[in-house]
């Protein structure tokens, strides 16, 4: 089985791909992490990464289609797997599917994680943490609020909120998506591999309607 999974910003992508390798047997891939690695191990493409990652900029389309082939085309490459966070876009897609075809690896479905925007905004923006090393607890100041307004349960340490969790950020990554990855829904809806599942709810009845969809069952 070889899936992508879309969706927003704060959807859960990265949780309902981790039960998905838990039960299926299958490899989490993620850009990130691929990056580091190639970075770590001084590969041309982590070589040609290093600066766009260093300066905190957006690293090329080509750059990060150079990482997942190279990932692909290794001797010990994964057979199955669910990728999170690419493609990204519309060209990623298509380079995607390139090295997909001449791997001999067609993809068996795209997951969206239909979420609105108004319940991303709730989600992400209610977010607080601990800075405290040693603590790092998180709240949600609807779903796990402090007892004490703006102060954490365990230490007694102010409360922060994340660049990334800030309101004019969400808006931002939210813009983004829309203007990115929106126009992956009708690519892979034409090829019949997409497959809509309601994102709002509990993680493990998002996860069960995942499964649904692509009708397998838990191991």
């Known amino acids: 089985m070889r899936l992508i999974l879309l969706g927003p910003p704060g959807s859960g992508k990265g949780t309902q791909a981790q039960l998905?390798?838990?039960?299926?047997?299958?490899?989490?891939?993620?850009?990130?992490?691929?990056?580091r690695v190639a970075m770590r191990?001084?590969?041309?493409?982590?070589?040609?990464?290093?600066?766009?990652?260093?300066r905190g900029d957006l690293v090329p389309d080509e750059v990060?289609?150079?990482?997942?082939?190279?990932?692909?085309?290794?001797?010990?490459?994964?057979?199955?797997?669910?990728?999170?966070?690419?493609?990204?876009?519309?060209?990623?897609?298509?380079?995607?599917?390139?090295?997909?075809?001449?791997?001999?690896?067609?993809?068996?479905?795209?997951?969206?994680?239909?979420?609105?925007?108004e319940a991303i905004i709730?989600?992400?923006?209610?977010?607080?943490?601990?800075?405290?090393?040693?603590?790092?607890?998180?709240?949600?100041?609807?779903?796990?609020?402090?007892?004490?307004d703006g102060v954490c349960d365990r230490c007694g340490t102010p409360l922060i909120q994340r660049k990334d969790d800030k309101p004019e950020t969400v808006l931002n990554r939210l813009k983004v998506y829309h203007e990115d990855t929106d126009k992956l829904i009708p690519y892979y809806?034409?090829?019949g591999l997409l497959r809509?599942?309601?994102?709002q709810g509990e993680i493990e009845a998002v996860y069960r309607d995942i499964e649904r969809v692509l009708n397998i069952q838990a191991g």
């Open 64 to 117: 990060v289609n150079a990482l997942v082939a190279e990932r692909l085309c290794q001797p010990d490459r994964p057979r199955c797997f669910v990728m999170d966070g690419y493609p990204r876009r519309l060209a990623q897609a298509e380079a995607f599917g390139a090295v997909l075809r001449e791997q001999a690896l067609p993809l068996t479905a795209v997951v969206l994680l239909a979420v609105t925007d």
């Open 189 to 191: 809806r034409e090829q």
């Open 196 to 199: 809509e599942v309601p994102g």
């Open 20 to 35: 998905l390798c838990r039960d299926h047997r299958l490899e989490h891939i993620g850009t990130g992490d691929l990056l």
């Open 41 to 54: 191990d001084h590969t041309p493409v982590g070589e040609q990464a290093r600066p766009y990652v260093e």
């Open 122 to 148: 709730g989600r992400l923006t209610g977010r607080w943490s601990c800075p405290k090393a040693g603590c790092m607890a998180t709240y949600h100041t609807e779903h796990k609020p402090p007892r004490a």
